[in-house]
């Protein structure tokens, strides 16, 4: 399987953004899904993350309340509301099989798609 993420761009703070990261290929019901974010010097950050059976969400604490997780048939989507300057990094999807929050336990990755916020 590959994933494409997309959808990133340079926006103001307090606007919105959708990411979507398409899956080429199968993703079972057992997979999740999720969104890391990495900034220069630092490691990849949780986001969110999906169960793909249930569509489950899972959110990082700086996040929630702002951020929406969700799927449909091959898409996955990081509908980002009330953007901060803090949220701006390089966001990539992931897939896996266990439940993580923790980047190394995802064995799929997208190439990254770029999120600017300005203050």
């Known amino acids: 399987v590959q994933l494409q993420a997309s959808g990133g761009g340079l926006v103001q703070a307090g606007d919105s953004l959708r990411l979507s990261c398409v899956a080429s290929?199968?993703?079972?019901?057992?997979?999740?899904m999720a969104w890391f974010r990495q900034t220069p010097g630092k490691e990849r950050e949780f986001v969110a993350l999906?169960?793909?059976?249930?569509?489950a969400p899972y959110y990082a604490d700086s996040v929630k309340g702002r951020f929406t997780i969700s799927r449909d048939s091959d898409t996955m989507y990081l509908q980002m509301n009330s953007l901060k300057s803090e949220d701006t990094a390089l966001y990539y999807c992931?897939?896996?099989?266990?439940?993580?929050?923790?980047?190394?336990?995802?064995?799929?990755w997208g190439q990254g798609t770029l999120v600017t916020v300005s203050s």
């Open positions: 992931a897939r896996g099989r266990e439940f993580s929050f923790y980047s190394r336990d995802y064995d799929t």
């Open positions: 290929g199968r993703t079972f019901s057992s997979h999740l």
């Open positions: 999906i169960r793909w059976g249930t569509r």
